[in-house]
């Protein structure tokens, strides 16, 4: 599945999320717009269970509203305002579930999927997200990530026709991802920072059959260079920008 798609993929960044709020339907349908094929989003558990894409673990940023959402079930998030704080024009934007962008966009764009329950590892987020994949049929237009090796293995064992991907930090903390951990055979590719890699360590990565995505690349000057060393694929807020500069866009 993975060889079969474009390089360099352009994953817009929890949607178009320089123009648009982020991990909103809005975003997504803005990415679309810019001439988008894919786009990267965060997923997580409510109190009740249910998945819902936002990034942070709280409310705060990106709602009028507070609290952590490992408190708050989902009809609590139903009212919550997740538009107003980028611009007033997304005012009555909200917080998504992941079967509504699945209904909305789940063959129109090519999702890479961030399994995030970095703040409660035993919950049930893969196997709930697992099973949302499996009932819309949309194997083929899904990557799995996620910083959590344990995340990835759990879903191969569950979908093992999905492709996954280890995000690893930049610095010492994603050295072993970036330089061991990517090659075990559970991955089909390697996520790693901008600032930690080289246009010998893409190839390196390429030798043993994986892609390389690199995150997050919002900079004119950064996507040439990695364009030119050859990367697969790119996570940007600024999909149109990054189709201009790859030739991919008008």
Same mark, same amino acid.
């Given at each position: 599945?993975?060889?079969?798609?474009?390089?360099?993929?352009?994953?817009?960044?929890?949607?178009?999320?320089?123009?648009?709020?982020?991990?909103?339907?809005?975003?997504?349908?803005?990415?679309?717009?810019?001439?988008?094929?894919?786009?990267?989003?965060?997923?997580?558990?409510?109190?009740?269970?249910?998945?819902?894409?936002?990034?942070?673990?709280?409310?705060?940023?990106?709602?009028?509203?507070?609290?952590?959402?490992?408190?708050?079930?989902?009809?609590?998030?139903?009212?919550?305002?997740?538009?107003?704080?980028?611009?007033?024009?997304?005012?009555?934007?909200?917080?998504?579930?992941?079967?509504?962008?699945?209904?909305?966009?789940?063959?129109?764009?090519?999702?890479?999927?961030?399994?995030?329950?970095?703040?409660?590892?035993?919950?049930?987020?893969?196997? +709930?997200?697992? %099973?949302?994949?499996?009932?819309?049929?949309?194997?083929? /237009?899904?990557?799995? &990530? #996620?910083?959590?090796? =344990?995340?990835?293995?759990?879903?191969?064992?569950?979908?093992?026709?999905?492709?996954?991907?280890?995000?690893?930090?930049?610095?010492?903390?994603?050295?072993?991802? +970036?330089?061991? %951990?990517?090659?075990?055979?559970?991955?089909?590719?390697? /996520?790693?920072?901008? &600032? #930690?890699?080289?246009? =010998?360590?893409?190839?390196?990565?390429?030798?043993?059959?994986?892609?390389?995505?690199?995150?997050?690349?919002?900079?004119?000057?950064?996507?040439?260079?990695?364009?030119?060393?050859?990367?697969?694929?790119?996570?940007?807020?600024?999909?149109?920008?990054?189709?201009?500069? #790859?030739?991919?866009?008008?």
């Amino acid at each position: 599945m993975l060889p079969d798609l474009p390089c360099p993929l352009i994953f817009a960044h929890r949607g178009a999320s320089a123009h648009a709020p982020e991990n909103t339907l809005a975003a997504f349908q803005q990415a679309i717009q810019e001439g988008a094929l894919a786009v990267e989003f965060d997923v997580k558990l409510t109190a009740d269970g249910e998945v819902v894409v936002l990034h942070d673990q709280t409310v705060n940023r990106t709602t009028d509203g507070q609290g952590d959402l490992r408190n708050i079930p989902l009809a609590g998030l139903r009212d919550l305002d997740a538009g107003s704080w980028f611009n007033e024009q997304f005012r009555g934007e909200r917080i998504p579930t992941l079967a509504q962008v699945f209904e909305a966009y789940g063959r129109k764009l090519f999702m890479n999927i961030e399994l995030t329950n970095y703040a409660t590892p035993r919950d049930a987020l893969v196997e +709930r997200v697992a %099973g949302l994949v499996e009932r819309f049929g949309l194997q083929e /237009h899904t990557l799995f &990530s #996620s910083f959590f090796p =344990s995340n990835l293995r759990k879903a191969g064992k569950l979908l093992p026709d999905v492709p996954r991907g280890l995000l690893a930090w930049p610095g010492l903390f994603g050295f072993w991802g +970036r330089w061991v %951990g990517y090659r075990n055979p559970c991955y089909q590719a390697l /996520h790693p920072h901008l &600032s #930690s890699i080289s246009g =010998s360590f893409v190839k390196n990565v390429q030798r043993t059959g994986r892609r390389i995505h690199v995150w997050t690349v919002n900079q004119e000057a950064d996507m040439l260079r990695l364009f030119s060393w050859g990367v697969d694929g790119i996570f940007t807020d600024d999909p149109a920008l990054a189709l201009r500069i #790859s030739g991919g866009g008008a």
